[in-house]
């Protein structure tokens, strides 16, 4: 079924991307990040599992599962991954760890303080922590 759906969508893609031009291709996955590719010299194949998109910048493969909205634009978007304090590109416990060990040394060497910004309040304080660790258990922000 998903697999259905995935090729409606590449052929619905096809045609509006034929209709009018974009500059990158987005994806947002099941965890609320989105992923930006550019659509120079882009080409998207998929198999039952997995989308593969191939474009001048190199080649990702993405699992459908995580896949909950694919559309172009030409806006970049932002590179801020919420949560990602370490900035190594996963969300996990030592993003909680380096977030706890900055609001208690105030040492922000090797932190993204934006990813920081958990609660999207503005600013970090432990309401950005309390919000990384919920998300570390329930899987949502």
Do not use: H, R
């Amino acid at each position: 079924m998903k697999k259905t759906i995935i090729t409606m969508l590449i052929a619905l893609v096809a045609m509006v991307a034929g209709a009018e031009t974009y500059n990158y291709l987005k994806f947002t996955k099941t965890n609320g990040t989105t992923v930006t590719y550019s659509v120079e010299g882009l080409k998207l194949t998929y198999d039952n599992t997995n989308v593969t998109i191939t474009n001048a910048e190199g080649t990702n493969t993405i699992a459908l599962a995580e896949v909950q909205d694919m559309y172009f634009s030409n806006d970049p978007g932002s590179s801020v991954l919420l949560g990602d304090v370490n900035n190594d590109g996963a969300i996990d416990i030592s993003d909680a760890t380096a977030l706890i060990n900055y609001l208690l040394s105030g040492d922000a060497t090797g932190l993204n303080l934006e990813n920081a910004n958990c609660d999207q309040a503005g600013g970090v304080d432990i309401s950005d922590a309390t919000a990384l660790i919920n998300y570390l258990l329930n899987g949502s922000w």
